[in-house]
């Protein structure tokens, strides 16, 4: 699907943002740990998400649709060998958390994914899961993947890297492993594995950067997602830079291990204000007010990075729109997503007319420039490239064409839908 984006006007009024896809996968193949039942209201209803309600399908649970926003899921007591490999689709957040749980069972499993998924690195959670005694059969470290299912040992790893893929891989292992199983990051990730898992009432420890299982089942619970901040981004940049807008994003999830992009648009003069602020399910949420803000340039760097690792294409957007140097840097894993997104947002956005330079770790922004567009972009195979350059075009003099913009459908189908209702 091709589509036109035009200059927009304003952006006004209030939207619901959909469900966050980072909790809507753990939902679901938490749910699978449980001898029970789990309603789960408010889910994501993106391709990657569905990957992962797939295979849990395909490993014996249950799927029950109450109606368009619940479904309630039922492990049968324990998850089962699936008779054939299991499609991950794009999604390297299924991928990395499932091997988690397959490797510890009693049966083996293979999974497999498309042309973008194949390509990236699943080293990062093969070396420790090694570690444990898990066992696999793989060509460099790449989909697809024999996971072998073996007895696990706890282990106290220590990740050169701050992801919460792999950390909550090898939470998932630990608990099916023996003894207690640490992982300590450089830089706090994403936490949503560790407050899930608590509202679980799994064993599990946290100290700092460091968290800690022990051999646990989970117990069933109710859960309700909130919206995802990673697709409010999109729409927080869209009004922070057309001319006179105001517009109002409700009930997104600002787990301070996401809300990194709040932090730096704060920081570069964006208004931006958090009301109705409270707890769904053991995550902060809030409804998020933006108006149309002239501005300024920052350095983005370190601590923040994994805090805003998913929005820095949307972020470099609206570096384009800053008074002076945006350095963005500590971000080299971004060549390692869906797409290498250091050189497509630097690649689209020169297009478009950005002042922008590509370094080994990030970007080199200088604004503000005017974006003139009248040009084809393409998506890479990535929905938040998609979503970046559409963002990028209703600032652009001319139309832009993005090609292949069915991308989004991976984390936002309702995308289109829902920026039509503020620009209309
Ligand atoms: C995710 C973690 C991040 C993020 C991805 C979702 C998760 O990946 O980029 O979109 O749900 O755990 P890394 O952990 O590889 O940084």
Redesign the pocket.
């Known amino acids: 699907m091709d589509i036109t984006v035009e200059k927009a006007n304003i952006l006004k009024g209030t939207i619901e943002i959909p469900a966050d ?2 909790i809507t ?2 939902a679901f193949m938490f749910s699978t740990l449980t001898k029970g039942k789990c309603k789960i209201t408010n889910f994501s209803k993106g391709a990657d998400c569905l990957s992962t309600l797939s295979i849990i399908q395909q490993l014996g649970c249950s799927i029950d649709y109450v109606n368009e926003k619940e479904l309630i899921i039922d492990s049968m007591a324990a998850i089962t060998a699936p008779s054939k490999p299991l499609n991950c689709g794009n999604s ?2 299924t991928t ?2 499932i091997t988690g749980i397959l490797a510890g069972q009693n049966f083996s499993s293979s999974l497999y994914g498309d042309e973008s998924l194949s390509k990236r690195p699943m080293k990062r959670i093969i070396s420790p899961l090694e570690l444990m005694g898990a066992s696999f059969k793989h060509n460099d470290y790449k989909l697809p993947i024999e996971i072998i299912g073996n007895e696990l040992q706890g282990i106290n790893y220590v990740s050169p ?8 891989c090898i939470l998932l292992a630990g608990l099916n492993a023996e003894g207690i199983t640490s992982v300590t990051e450089p830089y706090k ?2 936490n ?2 560790e407050l899930m898992l608590k509202y679980m009432n799994a064993d599990i420890n946290v100290e700092g950067n460091k968290v800690s299982v022990q051999k646990s089942k989970l117990s069933p619970e109710d859960l309700e997602i909130c919206g995802d901040i ?1 697709s409010a981004a999109f729409f927080i940049v869209a009004a922070l830079i057309v001319p006179d807008s105001d517009i109002t994003l409700k009930n997104v999830g600002v787990n301070e291990t996401r809300s990194g992009i709040i932090d730096v648009l704060k920081k570069m003069n964006g208004n931006i204000e958090l009301l109705n602020e409270r707890t769904i399910s053991n995550e902060k949420v809030a409804d998020i007010r933006v108006r149309y803000s002239k501005l300024k340039a920052t350095t983005i760097e370190g601590e923040i990075i ?1 805090r805003l ?2 929005e820095i294409p949307v972020i470099a957007v609206a570096a384009t729109q800053a008074e002076g140097t945006t350095i963005i840097k500590d971000a080299s ?1 971004l060549r ?2 869906e797409a290498d997104r250091i050189t497509a947002v630097k690649t689209e956005l020169l297009k478009l007319g950005a002042n922008i330079e590509e370094t080994p770790d990030g970007f080199i922004i200088n604004g503000k420039t005017e974006l003139i567009g009248d040009c084809e972009t393409e998506c890479y195979h990535d929905h938040r490239i998609a979503m970046s350059t559409y963002v990028a075009g209703l600032i652009c003099k001319k139309p832009i064409k993005i090609n292949q913009f069915q991308w989004v459908n991976i984390s936002f189908p309702e995308f289109i839908n829902l920026i039509s209702k503020l620009i209309s």
Do not use: E, F, M, Y
Not at 161 to 168: C, F, L, N, P, R
């Open positions: 896809k980072s996968h753990r390297g957040t990395r958390l890297i701050a992801s919460a893929q792999v950390k909550s990730s994403r949503h594995t990673s994994p690792i998913d894993d390692n997503k």
